[in-house]
């Protein structure tokens, strides 16, 4: 079934440890994306990749990093979690930056003690 | 700064028509997205305006005004399984989705 892959679905993370949040489409997508939703915001954009081996911050890059090295793969890595990233994240796809809807992935649970 | 404004919370009753709103302030304009989030699940794709007007999508229809800066979603014959979430993104000037908090929407009996 064509789509939107995240892994894990949920994790519970000591702070200070390294994580990272793997996402994996097989649409042929040109740009994701990840965001993440807390309560009562909107989603914000932590990185963007327009395009396979380019990525670039969004809203709320701090503590975050992502690589691009396919078309694929989006991972995002928290390198020393911290209780404030505690939130739900989601991956999401779209044929361009200009273009289309974005798909999302189910999302997942982090939870930083 | 860039902005989008919707309602926090929204009742109705099912079978009845419901409207939600989402006023916008962003720095240029290049498409209005609504999304439905059913809770613990992802976003799904409703609708897309980029021209004023009225888009219709079966039970869904979704009206723009750019002069205005805003927007609404209108689902009729309200249906249990409407109850979710509804979020206004725009598309800005760079291509940013800019989304709104969301509408939490309860459909009663």
């Known amino acids: 079934i064509a789509g939107i892959t995240q892994a894990p679905t949920s994790q519970i993370l000591a702070a200070g440890r390294r994580m990272t949040l793997r996402c994996t489409q097989d649409?042929?997508?040109?740009?994701m994306y990840w965001y993440r939703q807390d309560l009562g915001l909107g989603l914000r954009l932590i990185h963007y990749?327009?395009?396979?081996?380019?990525?670039g911050k969004g809203e709320v890059p701090d503590g975050y990093s992502v690589s691009r090295a396919n078309t694929d793969d989006f991972p995002l890595t928290l390198a020393s979690a911290v209780p404030s990233q505690t939130s739900v994240y989601f991956c999401?796809?779209?044929?361009?930056?200009?273009?289309?809807?974005?798909?999302f992935g189910e999302g997942s649970r982090l939870t930083v003690l | 700064g860039q902005n989008i404004d919707q309602p926090t919370e929204m009742t109705a009753t099912e079978g009845a028509i419901v409207q939600i709103n989402c006023t916008y302030q962003?720095?240029?304009?290049?498409?209005l997205f609504w999304y439905q989030q059913h809770a613990g699940e992802a976003p799904t794709f409703l609708s897309y305006?980029?021209l004023d007007g009225l888009e219709e999508k079966g039970r869904f229809s979704s009206f723009l005004s750019r002069s205005k800066g805003y927007s609404y979603l209108l689902l009729k014959e309200l249906q249990m399984k409407d109850s979710a979430s509804y979020l206004c993104?725009?598309?800005?000037?760079?291509?940013?989705?800019?989304w709104g908090a969301g509408t939490k929407l309860i459909i009663k009996p």
């Open positions: 305006n980029v």
């Open positions: 993104a725009v598309r800005n000037s760079n291509y940013q989705l800019i």
């Open positions: 649409m042929r997508h040109n740009a």
């Open positions: 999401a796809s779209s044929r361009g930056e200009d273009t289309g809807e974005l798909f």
């Open positions: 962003t720095s240029g304009f290049n498409g």
């Open positions: 990749s327009n395009t396979a081996g380019t990525t």
